[in-house]
Structures are given as C-alpha cells and as structure tokens.
C-alpha cells in the first residue's frame, strides 16, 4: 500500500507526534510519518523521532530574521522530503497566510478544546474559569487565522468540581492521542474531504467519537 507522506511540526513534549508515530506503524495505517521538524533544538520530541528512525530537522526561528524566511526553509524542506501533508502538534509558532495557502488543505492541528471555542494559550485555565461543563479537543485543517479551520474530529471530555487546569490537561491529552491518528487516517484515506468551511465523512464510522455523558 502506497502511505501518504507525512510531515510532524513540533516545538516541544511531541507526545501527539509520539501517538502519530505509533499509528502508522501498522502497516494497514494510510500514512508515514517521513520527517519531523522542530522549531526547538531541545524538543523532547526530537529523540523520539530520530529513535523511530524518522528524519529530523531542526528550523529554529530564532535563526531567521523575519517569519517569511523561517517559513520559506520549511518549506523548502517538506518539498524536499516530498510530504504531502502536514500535521502541527505543539508547534509554537504562527504560520503566515502565504504558507498555510501555499499548503491549503493539507495542514493539520490539533487544539486542547472544543473550537471554536478558546482558541489560544492557557486553553483548560480559561476553560475552567468559564465554568463551562464540557471541554474537549479538535483536530482541524489549518486556515490563516490562529486554531481556527474545518474540523476533522472532536472529542468531548466532561468537567468535574475537582479539576485542576493540569488535571484537565492530561485528560484532554489521552482523547488528543486518540483522535489525532485517527483525524490524520481519514484525511489520508480520503474518507474525509474539505469542501469551504467543512469537512465531509464519508464511509466508515468514527471509532474515536469520546462523547461521555456526565454521571450526575
Ligand atoms: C497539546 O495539548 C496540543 O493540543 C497543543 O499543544 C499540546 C502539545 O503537546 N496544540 P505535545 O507536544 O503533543 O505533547
């Protein structure tokens, strides 16, 4: 089977990069991981890949006078490296409309909430100072505007009086592990398209649905 060629962007922990690495090495799965990119030189993630025998570069924006040229040795390097789509997880960064329509529709991320809403940093402490009840996490094709796209799938995580934003945070995490590979098969098996706004499913059900009805 012919895998879809797949770039991991990172700037950090990589634990959704980890979960991606892992799907696709089943040989059933539609897509490789064919190099990761850090816009770290320290990112956790960075050993991970190299040990998963994945090509790894380092592009370190620090290096780069403006966030043109950052983005053009990216850029350069996914053309080289012949990816066809590219997954963000943790990465820092905010990507110029120029590249996210030079890549439209084959950029991917994935948020810690229910987008569209709390778009941004410091996701579950808003979260829960919002008080809402159920939070969550999204993967979605990538647009200009930040955390903001198609969405792929979601996965709905309840709120209880004991969280903490960490606590909240790992439990969002292991719903993230789920879907992201999941999200990223369906793209590469063409299961699901972008026409405009949304993304359409087609065939299979989704396994990693996570909709938990509260106990109370
Ligand atoms: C995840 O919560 C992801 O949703 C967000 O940043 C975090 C990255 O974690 N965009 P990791 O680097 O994948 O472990």
């Known amino acids: 089977m012919k895998k879809m060629r797949v770039a991991v ?7 959704n990069m980890e979960a991606l690495i892992e799907a696709c090495r089943d040989k059933e799965y539609p897509a490789g991981i064919v190099l990761v990119i850090s816009s770290r030189p320290g990112a956790k993630g960075l050993e991970y890949a190299k040990r998963a025998g994945i090509r790894t570069e ?3 924006h620090t290096e780069f006078e403006s966030r043109d040229a950052f983005e053009e040795a990216i850029h350069t390097i996914l053309k080289e490296t012949k990816v066809e789509l590219v997954c963000l997880a943790g990465f820092m960064r905010v990507l110029n409309p120029s590249f996210v329509n ?5 950029i991917l991320n994935i948020h810690p909430s229910l987008l569209p809403a709390f778009k941004g940093l410091h996701t579950h402490e808003r979260v ?5 009840r159920f939070t ?3 993967v979605h094709i990538v647009r200009p505007e930040m955390d903001d796209g198609p969405i792929i799938i979601q996965a709905v995580v309840p709120i209880t009086p004991k969280d903490t934003p960490g606590a909240l945070a790992a439990k ?3 719903f993230e592990h789920k879907i992201y ?3 990223l098969s369906m793209m590469a098996q063409g299961r699901a398209r972008v026409s405009g706004n949304l993304v359409y499913v087609k065939g299979k059900k989704i396994k990693a649905k996570g909709l938990i009805n509260p106990p109370f």
Do not use: F
């Open 181 to 183: 590979p999941e999200a």
């Open 172 to 174: 969002v995490l292991e």
């Open 102 to 106: 030079r890549w439209r529709d084959r």
């Open 58 to 60: 380092v592009v370190n």
């Open 128 to 132: 829960l100072d919002a008080g809402v």
């Open 136 to 138: 969550g996490c999204t």
């Open 9 to 15: 962007l990172i700037s950090g922990r990589g634990s």
